[in-house]
C-alpha cells in the first residue's frame, strides 16, 4: 500500500522558516494536503492541492509538491505555530493515505 | 454554519457491538462525502473511509475493509460508525469528517473517545 514518510520532529526559531517534508513515490502525481493538530484539538486543514490555502489559514503557510516530496513552509514562525502537522495525500488509484506527522518545536 | 457534531465518550467491553454517529448540520448531506479518522493514544491519525449520503457509495481503507461498517441516513443527515465485537485495540479518537469529494478534508469533528477495556 501506498506509503507518506514524515521527519517525526523539527525545530525553528520564532520568526525564522520551518520546512516540513513529506516523502512519497511519485507524491508530485497526486494532490497533496497538510493538516495541523494542537494537543487535545481536532485537526485542521491547512493546505490543500498541494498549495492552497483554505480562509482562516495565515498567508505565512504555503505548500509545494513535485518529484517525490510535497512541503510545507511556514515563514515568519511563530509560538502559536507549534503543533502537529500531517501530510496527506490522494489520487484517483490510491487511498486517502496519512503520513506520520511532524512534531514542530518553536524553540 | 457548518458543523460536525459527534456522540459522545464510550466505553465498552471486548466483543461487544457499537455505533458511533456524526450529525452534520449547516449544509446539504447529500452533497459530500462524510468519513471517519481514527488517531489512537500519542499516534497518527489513519483514513478509516467514507460515505458518499447521496447515494451510499462506500470506500474503506485497506486496514478497515471488513473491520468497520460506515453508513449514512440522509433523511437525518446523521453519519455512523459501527463495529461488530470491539477489540481492545480499537481504543482511539475516532473522528468524523467531511471531504471534498475524495480529495482531502475540509471540516473535521470534535472527535469520540472510544475506550475497550475489560
Known amino acids: 500500500s501506498y506509503g507518506l514518510t514524515q521527519p517525526p520532529s523539527v525545530s525553528v526559531s520564532p520568526g525564522q522558516t520551518a520546512s516540513i517534508t513529506c516523502s512519497g513515490d511519485r507524491l508530485g502525481d497526486k494532490s497533496a494536503s497538510w493538516y495541523k493538530q494542537r494537543p487535545g484539538q481536532s485537526p485542521v486543514l491547512v493546505i490543500y492541492q498541494d498549495f492552497k490555502r483554505p480562509s482562516g489559514t495565515p498567508e505565512r503557510f504555503s505548500g509545494s509538491n513535485s518529484g517525490n516530496t510535497a512541503t510545507l513552509t511556514i515563514s515568519g514562525t511563530q509560538a502559536m505555530d507549534e503543533a502537529d502537522y500531517y501530510c496527506?495525500?490522494?489520487?484517483?488509484?490510491?487511498?486517502?493515505?496519512f503520513g506520520g506527522g511532524t512534531k514542530l518545536t518553536v524553540l | 454554519e457548518v458543523q460536525l457534531v459527534q456522540s459522545g465518550v464510550e466505553v465498552k467491553k471486548p466483543g461487544q457491538s457499537l455505533r458511533i454517529s456524526c450529525k452534520a448540520s449547516?449544509?446539504?448531506?447529500?452533497?459530500?462525502?462524510i468519513g471517519w479518522v481514527r488517531q489512537k493514544p500519542g499516534k497518527g491519525l489513519e483514513w478509516m473511509g467514507i460515505v458518499y449520503p447521496g447515494d451510499s457509495d462506500t470506500r474503506y481503507g485497506p486496514s478497515f475493509q471488513g473491520q468497520v461498517t460506515i453508513s449514512a441516513d440522509k433523511s437525518i443527515n446523521t453519519a455512523y460508525l459501527q463495529w461488530n465485537s470491539l477489540k481492545a485495540s480499537d481504543t482511539a479518537i475516532y473522528y468524523c469528517t467531511r471531504q471534498v469529494e475524495v480529495t482531502y478534508v475540509e471540516l473535521w469533528g470534535r472527535g469520540t473517545q472510544v475506550t475497550v477495556s475489560s
Open positions: 449547516g449544509y446539504t448531506f447529500t452533497n459530500y462525502w
Open positions: 496527506q495525500a490522494w489520487d484517483s488509484s490510491t487511498p486517502v493515505v
